[in-house]
């Protein structure tokens, strides 16, 4: 039985039928049912079919349009209902549409738009088309349904549809089913031939008046995979139709109706659940409301119990100080510490000797040790021409500021053969 909640209208070969939960009821309009439906209808005199038109996918529907009216296939104005587009050159485009006459257009849109619920409409192309973009196939396939005398099918693929076409039996009796048949695998080959394309399997949707098709389901020239059926009841016989569980894979966002009417549509199927999702989220924000009073109240009281223990205590007045002694017992530790840190005489030599070259003479050095820092004065001479003695003075000076001494002061006197030098040095102690 047909476990979906949906309701649907069926409307094939002049007899239409309301179906829920698993019941089939003969109608005569729209007026005769309640709630929202789905309207799957083949649409009396229309035509389904592909084209080419030379035009961009703008304006297919147009062009398309005027050359089916001038056709001659129908009496008076034409509606167009297209089902897909795609642009095949610069200023071509393939279309896939059904058309049918204005007349009956209007009265299928009116049936549905005075209707006090949500009626929406499916061609059978619609169903068809929506099917095959959700069959999983390597190549291009048939998708075809069988109703009475009657079989609507079209080929394609997710990208692109090659054929649309209904073919027609003398009657519903097994000797012409057999011939439609071979009437469609020959329309088949012939899509196949011209557009140099293999169907790689046909998908075949029954309906409660489909006949005995096992001669379709056993030809081995196709492979012909059939639609899971389901029972459906009608004035209290039990029917086999493939066609509800195929239409359960699709959305009414494959229905020809305007867009306002789809968001119509959900937004009343889904307004049970979006109230108790309300009602929900309601009840939630007063719980944390309430939560948050409680827990507002618990810290209000520790506050308050902390403000009590904090007056409760008393500090006694801090001892009074000698600042003279504090004062002398910080510079202590701070001479100790600067002691510590500080390089030895032996290193400061040390230091100076290691810079020095063999041209370059000390004959004052000077050291001295004071507010946190080293300072060193240094006097020599070197014996050699200007050139080299100002290249030995300042890679002496290098070194020692590789060893942390920073220049204050640099005096360099020169003659010929012999220079002086008088520098400054001073190093921080950390």
Same mark, same amino acid.
């Given at each position: 039985?047909?476990?979906?909640?949906?309701?649907?209208?069926?409307?094939?070969?002049?007899?239409?039928?309301?179906? *829920?939960?698993?019941?089939?009821?003969?109608?005569?309009?729209?007026?005769?049912?309640?709630?929202?439906?789905?309207?799957?209808?083949?649409?009396?005199?229309?035509?389904?079919?592909?084209?080419?038109?030379?035009?961009?996918?703008?304006?297919?529907?147009?062009?398309?349009?005027?050359?089916?009216?001038?056709?001659?296939?129908?009496?008076?104005?034409?509606?167009?209902?297209?089902?897909?587009?795609?642009?095949?050159?610069?200023?071509?485009?393939?279309?896939?549409?059904?058309?049918?006459?204005?007349?009956?257009?209007?009265?299928? &849109?009116? #049936?549905?738009?005075?209707?006090?619920?949500?009626?929406?409409?499916?061609?059978?192309?619609?169903?068809?088309?929506?099917?095959?973009?959700?069959?999983?196939?390597?190549?291009?396939?048939?998708?075809?349904?069988?109703?009475?005398?009657?079989?609507?099918?079209?080929?394609?693929?997710?990208?692109?549809?090659?054929?649309?076409?209904?073919?027609?039996?003398? !009657?519903?009796?097994?000797?012409?089913? %057999?011939?439609?048949?071979?009437?469609?695998?020959?329309?088949?080959?012939?899509?196949? @031939?011209?557009?140099?394309?293999?169907?790689?399997?046909?998908?075949?949707?029954?309906?409660?008046?489909?006949? !005995?098709?096992?001669?379709?389901?056993?030809?081995?020239?196709?492979?012909?995979?059939?639609?899971?059926?389901?029972?459906?009841?009608?004035?209290?016989?039990?029917?086999?139709? #493939?066609?509800?569980?195929?239409?359960?894979?699709?959305?009414?966002?494959?229905? %020809?109706?305007?867009? *306002?009417?789809?968001?119509?549509?959900?937004?009343?199927?889904?307004?049970?659940? /979006?109230?108790?999702?309300?009602?929900?989220?309601?009840?939630?924000?007063?719980?944390?409301?309430? #939560?948050?009073?409680?827990?507002?109240?618990? &810290?209000?009281?520790?506050?308050?119990? /902390?403000?009590?223990? +904090?007056?409760?205590?008393?500090?006694?007045?801090? /001892?009074?100080?000698?600042?003279? @002694?504090?004062?002398?017992?910080?510079?202590?530790?701070?001479?100790?510490?600067?002691?510590?840190?500080?390089?030895?005489?032996?290193?400061?030599?040390?230091?100076?000797?290691?810079? +020095?070259?063999?041209?370059?003479? /000390?004959?004052?050095?000077? &050291?001295?040790?004071? !507010?946190?820092? +080293?300072?060193?004065?240094?006097?020599?001479?070197?014996?050699?021409?200007?050139?080299?003695?100002?290249?030995?003075?300042?890679?002496?000076?290098?070194?020692?500021?590789?060893?942390?001494?920073?220049?204050?002061? #640099?005096?360099?006197?020169?003659?010929?053969?012999?220079?002086?030098?008088?520098?400054?040095?001073?190093?921080?102690?950390?």
């Amino acid at each position: 039985m047909i476990r979906s909640l949906r309701k649907y209208v069926v409307e094939l070969d002049g007899a239409r039928f309301s179906c *829920a939960k698993g019941k089939l009821q003969e109608i005569d309009d729209l007026n005769a049912i309640s709630g929202d439906n789905w309207f799957i209808s083949d649409m009396q005199e229309s035509i389904s079919r592909t084209m080419t038109v030379d035009v961009v996918p703008r304006y297919a529907d147009v062009i398309a349009q005027k050359q089916v009216q001038e056709s001659g296939e129908f009496e008076g104005s034409v509606t167009l209902i297209p089902h897909w587009r795609k642009q095949k050159g610069k200023n071509t485009t393939d279309i896939f549409f059904t058309a049918i006459p204005a007349h009956l257009s209007s009265q299928y &849109l009116a #049936s549905g738009g005075e209707h006090d619920d949500n009626i929406i409409l499916f061609p059978i192309y619609s169903v068809l088309y929506g099917l095959l973009r959700r069959i999983r196939a390597k190549g291009p396939i048939a998708l075809i349904f069988q109703h009475g005398r009657f079989a609507d099918m079209i080929i394609g693929s997710k990208k692109k549809i090659y054929y649309a076409n209904r073919s027609v039996a003398f !009657d519903s009796k097994e000797v012409h089913l %057999v011939s439609l048949w071979e009437t469609i695998k020959e329309d088949i080959k012939n899509v196949e @031939k011209a557009n140099r394309i293999e169907v790689v399997k046909s998908h075949l949707i029954t309906w409660i008046d489909s006949g !005995d098709l096992s001669v379709w389901a056993q030809d081995p020239e196709r492979d012909l995979q059939l639609f899971k059926s389901e029972s459906v009841t009608l004035n209290g016989e039990v029917h086999q139709t #493939s066609l509800f569980k195929a239409l359960q894979r699709l959305t009414a966002f494959d229905s %020809v109706a305007p867009p *306002a009417e789809k968001s119509l549509y959900y937004t009343k199927r889904w307004a049970p659940w /979006l109230n108790l999702a309300f009602v929900a989220a309601i009840i939630m924000l007063i719980g944390g409301y309430f #939560s948050y009073q409680q827990k507002a109240a618990q &810290l209000q009281t520790i506050s308050s119990n /902390l403000d009590r223990k +904090i007056a409760g205590t008393r500090l006694e007045a801090p /001892l009074s100080l000698n600042k003279e @002694k504090l004062e002398q017992t910080f510079k202590l530790a701070t001479d100790l510490y600067f002691c510590r840190k500080a390089a030895s005489y032996k290193n400061v030599i040390n230091h100076v000797s290691d810079a +020095i070259s063999s041209d370059l003479s /000390l004959e004052v050095l000077k &050291l001295d040790y004071r !507010d946190d820092a +080293i300072y060193l004065k240094l006097y020599g001479r070197v014996s050699s021409s200007f050139r080299r003695a100002q290249k030995e003075y300042r890679d002496f000076m290098t070194k020692l500021k590789q060893q942390g001494y920073m220049v204050e002061e #640099s005096r360099f006197d020169t003659d010929i053969k012999n220079s002086k030098f008088l520098i400054n040095l001073k190093k921080i102690v950390k």
